[in-house]
């Protein structure tokens, strides 16, 4: 039996859990903190723009309920519409952090479809690459910039599956395949799910993870969500490993029909 447990391994790291969770849109930290158990997640976004992680020591702090000695944080630049504001974020995270260098670069374009501005991406990608952080890089769904990422030394491409917060699911199923074909380091899925089915799509398609946050923080329970999250994540992997059957446009008996003896 093909090993179906096999760990996601990023910059050298190896993970148990192939889904990546955000903190943000959950009611309060103790639902944050709960979600994110609930989800298995080892890997969690911090924006550091928004989320207090220790700069403002008189607030609570988000480390208080998701430790990094329990959790791998991942620092993004949520927020930010420049390549200059987005090196910028990453390298107070580092500061803040201790020396921390997985990152999770968002460069935007468009503040009505959170679309990514690619080519500032591109440019803040080679900024940060070249300073020594690993970046985990979000990106449209496009396999040539997917793979100029990838060369440029991404440690993981995080194509959307459709625009951020909009729950739509896997829109374009053949670009993410491209994308997952020719890829050398992993494909992570970042934005668009909205529920364990779109979920388990991506990880049928051959993506290595999938990072989400609204999908399970607006749901009408988040914390039963992130479970349902976790098992979908497990089903579509497995899934995958299995080898789906082959799609055909007629019949085929479950049942043989040869050597009936009546």
Known sequence: MKNIHDPLVIA?????SRLLTGTG???DMEETRLATEAAGAEIITVAVRRVNLGQNP???SLLDVLPPD???LLPNTAGCYTCEDAVRTCRLARELLDGHDLVKLEVLGD???????VIATLDAAEILVKDGFKVMVYTSDDPIIAKRLEEI????????????GSGLGVQNKYNILTIVENAKVPII?????????????AMELGCDGVLMNTAIAEARDPVMMAGAMKRAIEAGRMAFKAGRMPRRRFASASSPTDGLFF
């Not at 050298?12 to 148990?16: D, E, L, M, S, W």
């Not at 030394?153 to 951020?164: F, Q």
Request: charged share 15%.
């Open 111 to 117: 503040s009505k479809t959170l679309y990514p501005d």
């Open 12 to 16: 050298g790291t190896a993970y148990q």
């Open 153 to 164: 030394g991404c440690v993981a491409v995080m194509p959307l599956a459709a625009p951020i």
């Open 25 to 27: 849109k959950y009611k």
């Open 70 to 72: 329990k959790y791998t």
């Open 189 to 201: 899925v970042d934005a668009g799910v909205g529920t364990a089915s779109d979920a388990a799509i």
């Open 58 to 60: 008189n607030e609570p």
